[in-house]
T-cell receptor
Framework: EPEVTQTPSHQVTQMGQEVILRCVPI?????FYWYRQILGQKVEFLVS????????KSEIFDDQFSVERPDGSNFTLKIRSTKLEDSAMYFC???????????FGPGTRLTVT | GDSVTQMEGPVTLSEEAFLTINCTYT??????LFWYVQYPGEGLQLLLK?????DKGSNKGFEATYRKETTSFHLEKGSVQVSDSAVYFC????????????FGQGTRLTINP
């Protein structure tokens, strides 16, 4: 069964460094998402992406964040200058289209020290 | 704004016990409601859903009924198994626009043999 994959599973970085989190959505899906979960808190929507552009973003998704689909398979989330409060589990999701289920990856745990 | 509140965890039960995890929501319009489950080391998986009032979603012995009058979507299972140990997330699905999910904080369930 097709699945969403994410790499790395755990990333440790120092404050101020740039990180790129990678996702490979399901191949025939058209809509892509990033969510995050700070430890002990809710899973929060960050951004949605369709047709090579952002379709919606939350107030969390400020200028430090960017997303890209650099080729036909990868979907990336970049944080330019990480802060301690960016430490969280980041989930990628994709859906095919219409009103459909979102399929989630296993997440990348980001730890900023 | 739209929000979801789940009962606090963690929840620990013995095998074959009855399970209820409470979920209430606040939403404008008529969202769809979902329960996602996250097994250790895996991504969020859709467990069940309901798209309109009085619909009952069911899967793997779990059930939840969309109650518009009480704005609730409680998850129930009559006899839990050790393999049900996981984190359960209630979510509402905003159908307009980017179709994002709004999650509750998750409830960790542990079933002891």
């Amino acid at each position: 069964e097709p699945e969403v994959t994410q790499t790395p599973s755990h990333q440790v970085t120092q404050m101020g460094q740039e990180v790129i989190l990678r996702c490979v959505p399901i191949s025939n899906h058209l809509y892509f998402y990033w969510y995050r979960q700070i430890l002990g808190q809710k899973v929060e929507f960050l951004v949605s992406f369709y047709n090579n552009e952002i379709s919606e973003k939350s107030e969390i998704f400020d200028d430090q964040f960017s997303v890209e689909r650099p080729d036909g398979s990868n979907f990336t989330l970049k944080i330019r200058s990480t802060k301690l409060e960016d430490s969280a589990m980041y989930f990628c999701a994709s859906r095919k289209g219409g009103v459909g289920e979102q399929y989630f990856g296993p997440g990348t745990r980001l730890t900023v020290t | 704004g739209d929000s979801v509140t789940q009962m606090e965890g963690p929840v620990t039960l013995s095998e074959e016990a009855f399970l209820t995890i409470n979920c209430t929501y606040t939403a404008t319009g008529y969202p769809s409601l979902f329960w996602y489950v996250q097994y250790p080391g895996e991504g969020l998986q859709l467990l069940l859903k309901a798209t309109k009032a009085d619909d009952k979603g069911s899967n793997k012995g779990f059930e939840a009924t969309y109650r518009k009058e009480t704005t609730s979507f409680h998850l129930e299972k009559g006899s839990v198994q050790v393999s049900d140990s996981a984190v359960y997330f209630c979510a509402l699905y905003i159908i307009q626009g980017a179709q994002k999910l709004v999650f509750g904080q998750g409830t960790r369930l542990t079933i002891n043999p």
